[in-house]
């Protein structure tokens, strides 16, 4: 059984569509048992409660040091039984040790088709107006191993979206989010029957 913890800084549009999917019985053996937000006001947030789940506002502002903070980030996904974490629009990089703690075990999802238009400050509309301005043809969307590095791990699962002539940084950002509410939950599924292996 997955036990996942959703951390996310905003509204919450993946998160949803995991839950959704969760709900609907698309991703067996799973459950979400924790959501996550260094943003007191995420949407994120919201969307958990109305569903009655778990949702911790937890930053490292709140705590002396980045070690207490880690602290506090491990002891609560050990209470919670968390076995797997998704990021979901989550802008702060998790502390190592917690990665070190979850191998292979930790995805992420990007706007983009990794390797090209990662790494750091390349999140949100930083990506989609890079893909225009660089003349590709082709973007979509990755959900990928979390490793010590941004946007590096091993990919999970990618889908492409035509990028046209005429397209803004938003109306491009629009065709990648909806394959990205498919994309997530499929991927999720690949770990949750165990179908995952690099």
């Known amino acids: 059984m997955l036990r996942i913890a959703v951390f996310g800084s905003g509204r919450g549009s993946n998160f949803h569509a995991i839950l959704a999917a969760l709900q609907q019985g698309r991703i067996p053996n799973a459950q979400i048992c924790l959501v996550i937000s260094n943003n007191s006001s995420a949407g994120i947030l919201e969307i958990a409660r109305a569903n009655s789940l778990p949702a911790i506002h937890l930053s490292q502002q709140l705590f002396p040091t980045e070690s207490a903070y880690g602290d506090a980030l491990i002891a609560l996904l050990r209470q919670q039984g968390v076995n797997f974490i998704a990021l979901a629009g989550y802008m702060k990089r998790l502390p190592s040790r917690v990665v070190g703690l979850f191998p292979d ?4 999802i990007h706007p983009a088709l990794l390797p090209k238009f990662g790494g750091k400050g390349m999140y949100g509309h930083h990506v989609h107006e890079a893909v225009i301005r660089s003349g590709e043809r082709l973007s979509g969307a990755t959900v990928h191993i979390v490793d010590e590095e ?20 938003e109306t491009l950002a629009a065709k990648v989010l909806r394959i990205e509410h498919e994309l997530y939950p499929e991927a999720i599924r690949l770990f949750a029957e165990g179908r995952y292996h690099r």
């Open 105 to 108: 075990r930790i995805v992420n």
């Open 150 to 169: 941004y946007d590096h791990g091993a990919v999970v699962l990618q889908r492409t979206v035509d990028v046209s002539p005429d397209d803004t940084p």
